[in-house]
């Protein structure tokens, strides 16, 4: 694990095209272990194409990006997962017919040495052995997020506020060092984006993982993150403390618009 | 209120699969011409309101099984979605499902899909006049971004005619500039062309910024309403939806343990 | 008194249920009217166990094993690929099978032909010409008749059929005799068992150049063939298999079907007299109370094979104890030139020894004449009418040598 | 819903991993095991026969329902591969003379190999796509088994040896169940084992959403491939089963419409179901004759001449798969073990049901 | 290297292969409408065929009558199959569907040798001419009429789905049943009448090939050769279909001609159409023209 402070994640130059869509172009950031680090920007921008970048999902047109010290700009998908980048979805991806229990069991899969063979002979070959040890962790996910009592509910019934949260379970299962969260707070309400929020700082203070987020509620981004990047248009405009972010006038005409609502009052924007 | 209101819901119950009741005996009145709000937690049953107005309800194993529903003095419940639509009234569903594979402008045709007249063409116009990137993106719906695509469905939605339009979650993952500017648009849909809309939010603040008249739902039911201003300045509401505001705007990151659940039930 | 388990295998709903229809009626009839007119044998009345098996061996081989836990003591049988899976079984069980396959790697009872992949057949009985006797019969006419057409040079002959045991069987020993007699053996083509499209296979037979064309399978895929050579303007004298044209074929074909030679397996064809046609009248009338239904040749050959099993069987009863698969057998073996009675004129005389169940090495071949439209009006009509004729053309008779035995 | 009592007693996870979640469901398995061992006793041929084809299907579809019903790989070839082992297993005998009893577990190795062959371009083609591919590889399998003579002995087939250990030979019915229960039994917890440990979650998760899947750290092309074998492996131990039961193999029993009653008896039997799969096969191997049943009986009267029952009853019986099929989808689309389930439970709350 | 053979046997193809695009494209119609893979498309040539047939010989009708009451009844058979089995389906797994049509399949397959039983049968004479002489090649008129109506059906499909009304609700309903609705589509019309002109559609070619080869079960054949063609094609690409189905077609013939001349193996005409599946299916995962899925997370 990198020494706190020490950069985990350097996107250099990264570019992504789609055709003639830029998506990405030139945007290069450091994210340094132990960080909570946003990025925002208006839709489009790229933001979910950075997060797709990092864990695979695309690959860039050009440019690199290192993590822990490694080239991984060209490493397959499924490789990231045991090198410690863990991630979750604007639109939620659960295993929808699968148990939360095994959701998140799914998690662990990297960690897991048991293959079908000695699966299919459970007692003998210490498949048996091997579950028990890694369902205790889970468990203990499970507990830190509670959700104790939908474990043996199927992912799919569930309301959209758990399943980000199981969501969230299957990431953490992973033990990854970085964690990329795409929109965790979409389509919440106050109350569960609090819940939210203080998941991803105790993951962030106490699990010692770094967080990278993609997050519109300026509010959360404010205060929950240490360095925010703003992109716009696939280019990065800016990057910094949350507030220098934030008094960017740059960045206020792109993404806020003039007014700023979180910092001013909000009587204002109620006037009818 | 003088004229009959254009839409009126009276004391409806929805029940999913036969067994899962989710909207006990709610009503709500939206009047000719206006914004209507309607707020609440997750799970409240807003979208299930919408769906229970539009039909769609029908297509998701739910069902209406107490109340009546009226639209311009007409009972409208239990008929089928695509009649509704043909009434007037058009829902934009949540999560803006666009059509992926089809072309914005095959997207826009779709939405004049009961319309027979000759003003198809001219609509499509103003719809860009609204949303003037939507003529640049030539390439499949699918590949547009968050907040396009919400404009599209906007769009589409302006594309029927329609004389109320049921909007939920317009605002979901959107940027706060986009936000502004998708609101921005409800309210002048709502001046210059006249629709009526009732809109499910979960950003509050933006929501009673354009509404006239709101709503806030709990567990199936209406616990408060009230018009836009009122709503604005009950104590409840602030710390719920709207989080407080200014200086007392509570951080994130200084959550305490405990927290106050107790709602109005 | 309890009655003789006897099995019936047909193919009423395979590849070969065009012909297996009016052969397994022939035979359903014909058992069942031994029941009626004589009470069965020795007074024990047939218990005939039918069963259908869509022409797919590995189901006959999974009811041949349940009729043998019923204790059959004689089978009806009826494909290629299921009687040469089912001979070793037969064998060793000892149950005589009168099979409607007339593969000639059956025929070598006594397992002395030392032929590659031949095996010992002692309780396998057909009644006709073995599919390569039928085939040399034809090509011995052929030889004669390119020479009275005056053909030039030498006459290319071409085998036709699936790829299956059924249509392969005389594959080997037809282009064997062909070479022999002076034609050019081109190279097989293959169709499938089932109607179908088979305007390639034509057009490629039209530009092979081939004069005499065997054609290996059941009427219902020769029928396409033949539509299909006829549109694309093949000209080329058919060699039909014994299964590969009949009545109805004819009439499906309509004049796609004229000029196909092949054989017929008994002295007669329905319509025409003979001593023994009442009693296949009587037969008919089993299934067809009006009596007026047109029975194919197939119908009457499936008549004659029943017929040898039950007078087999006559013959083991009647000499006193058990009727064993044995004693059956040997009734096959107790007459020479045998001809069913009451059955004079219709059925082919038949010859079994131990050594060699070839029953008959006389083919006399028919032609099928279609003169008209044979679209309105049914095959009695059409018959009739003489729209459609099957016209004698020759017998021939084979020489009875070692060599030839179970090839 | 759930197998469990009311209340969950249970105290430690391995107790709450077990396959069988209650001690009676253990015992009733138990006690149905012993009832099938002692069949012979009170059953006829006919009917043991009808066991040892359910049971040697039943393994195949099982196989398929890995497949299929955990992946979400849709095969239309399965009875090409349960064709491979049953013609490898005669192979091996024939060709190399190895002794039956171990043919068969080779016959499944080598089935699952060339599984893996024809699977391998499932790590790239999705859904339908795939499905038709599978269907291709029926016909290519089909053509091949005609084809190869040295191995199928052709379009004539070939013919068996019946299975024997050290002196026991089992070449009847009452004999050969034995050997089937014994790889039912094997080959069922083998499955139930696996979809309880990483692989087997790997494949449901591939099913559900593979993109999600991937970042788990799960590697897609393997699993799809993976599957495949495994349901290769089944279907080529349930191919060399059948093979020694039947005593005789020809390319004609695998055909495109037996691969469509293993799929048949997946989805009646209840897709994504270990037990269903067993189920399913027992259905789909009573129905035809109970078809068959229902015509003897009718033979003779009225019914019988104007539809001409007995000369159609193969049409009758192919009819019959075909509505059963679909009428279980419309009436019943989560299969028997769903139906058996809900059965189990009403008896668990009796007489407070409903 | 016979020239003439092959060129023959290249137009050849070429006919069947339009038919087989008919065929494909009626496939691809209710794939493209409710994303149901139509295992029955061979059932509905079959059924077509038979129906015509009895009107044509067993109430003596004059052709066009039976042709067009033919093709009023498969409108009604396609809807009342899609409203009996597939309509309750709406919403189950891919693989329900599938079963439900192959069912479907197996059903009307027995029920139709059942009722007409195993035998070919001809159509009474339809056209006087029956045959004209192209490049040497004997071919019926009812091919090239076929030939004829297949392009026609063809530019009216590529019409409809791309500049229709119709054509859009179709594919919107193929997309997400829930928003069309919301769109105004009626749903159950949508599918009804996407199954309706697919059976109508099949049925025209069933009674061409009826007329040229005679009716039998092998008409259901047509229903597998469809598989590779709307393969090569991409399975939801009506251009594709036609293209797919006339590749099939030429290439069994060439299949065929390679056999002749140099292989010997027999049955490669059958056989090399799915050969050819599987090859395309590695280098293109989609087909040839199918749109890749959207897959965005
Ligand atoms: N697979 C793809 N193919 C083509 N274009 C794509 C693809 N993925 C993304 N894009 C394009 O790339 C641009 C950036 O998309 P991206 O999803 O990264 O935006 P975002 O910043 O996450 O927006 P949002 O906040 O709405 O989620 C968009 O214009 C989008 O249309
Ligand atoms: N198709 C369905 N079947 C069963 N239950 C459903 C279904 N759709 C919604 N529900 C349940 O109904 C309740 C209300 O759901 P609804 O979607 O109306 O909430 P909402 O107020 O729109 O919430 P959100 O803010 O999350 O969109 C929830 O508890 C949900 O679980
Ligand atoms: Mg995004
Ligand atoms: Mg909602």
Redesign the pocket.
Known sequence: MAEPGATILAADGVTLRFGGVRALTDVSFEVKAGEVFSIIGPNGAGKTSMVNCISGRYRPTSGRIRFDGADITRMPTRRRAAIGIGRTFQNLALFGHMTVLDNIMVGRHHLMRHGFLSGMAYWFGGAQREEIAHRREVEEIIDFLEIQHVRKAPAGTL??GLRKRVELARAIALRPKLILLDEPMA?MNLEEKEDMARYILDLNEEWGMTVLMIEHDMGVVMDISHRVMVLDFGKKIAEGTPEAVLADPHVRRAYLGEADEVVSEPEEALAP | MEAAPLLQVNNIEVV??DV?L?LRGLSLTVPQGKIVALL?A????????LKAISGLLRT???EVTRGEIRFGGERIDGIDPHLIVRRGIFQVM?GRRIIADMTCLENLRLGAFTRSDGEVKSDIERVYGYFPRLRERTGLAGYLSGGEQQMLAIGRALMARPKLILMD?PSMGLSPLLVKEVFGIIRRLNEELGITILL?E?NARMALSVASYAYVMEQGKVVLDGTAEALANNEDVKEFYLGGHGAERKSFKNLKSYKRRKRWL | QQRIPVGHLMDNSGATSDVGVPYGQGVADTLAWVNASRNGIGGRPLNVLGFDYGYQAPRAVSQYQAWNRDRVVAIQGWGTADTEALVRFVTRDRIPFVSGSYSAALTDAGGKSGRQGVEPAPYNFFYGPSYSDGLRAMLRWAAEDWKTRGGQGKPKYVHMGGNHPYPNSPKAAGEALAAELGFEVLPAIVFALTPGDYTAQCLTLKSQGANYAYLGNTAGSNISVLRACQTAGVNVQFLGNVWGMDENAMKAAGAAANGVVFPVRTAVVWGQDAPGMATLRQISRISDASGNAYRPVHYMAGACAAMLMVEAMDTASASGGELTGERIRNGFYARQGWVPKGFEGVCNPSTFTAEDHRGTLRVGLYRAVVTGDTSQGSVAELMQSGTMKLQPVTVVELPRTRETLGW | MDLAPAGDYRSSYREDMTIFPTRNSRLAMLLGLALLCTAPLFLGRYELGLLINIGTLGIAALGLNILVGFTGQISIGHAAFFGFGAFASAWLHERWHIPVALCIPLAGVMTALVGLVFGAPAGRLKGLYLAIATLAAQFILEDFFARAQWFTGGVAGRITEPFSLGGWVADREESYLYVVIAYVVVMYLAAANLMRTRDGRALIAVRDHYLSAEVMGINLAYYRTLSFGIASLYAGIGGALYAHYLLFVSVEAFNILFSIQFLGMVIIGGLGSVMGSLMGSAFMVILPEVVQAGADLLSGSAIDRALKLGASISFLREMAVGAAIILFLIFEPDGLARRWRLIKSYWKLYPYSH | MDWTLLLQLTLNGLIVGALYGVVAMSFVLIYKASQVVNFAQGEFLLVGAWVCWWMLTEWQLPFWAGFLLTLAFMTLFGMILQVVVLRPLIGEPVISVIMATIGLGIFFQALMKWIFGVFAKPFPPIFSTERVNLLGLEVQTVYLMSLGISVLIMAGFAWFFTASKHGLAMRATAFDQQVAQSLGISVPKVFAMSWAISAVVSAVAGVVVGVVNGVSSALSFYGIKVFPAVILGGLDSVIGAVLGGLIVGVLENWAQYLDAEWLNWGNMVTIAPFYALIIILLIKPYGLFGTKNIERV
């Open positions: 309301s959209y389509g | 999913y699969n899962i989710v609440g997750n799970g409240a049953g807003k979208s299930t309101t998701e194993e739910g949540e979650e499910v979960q």
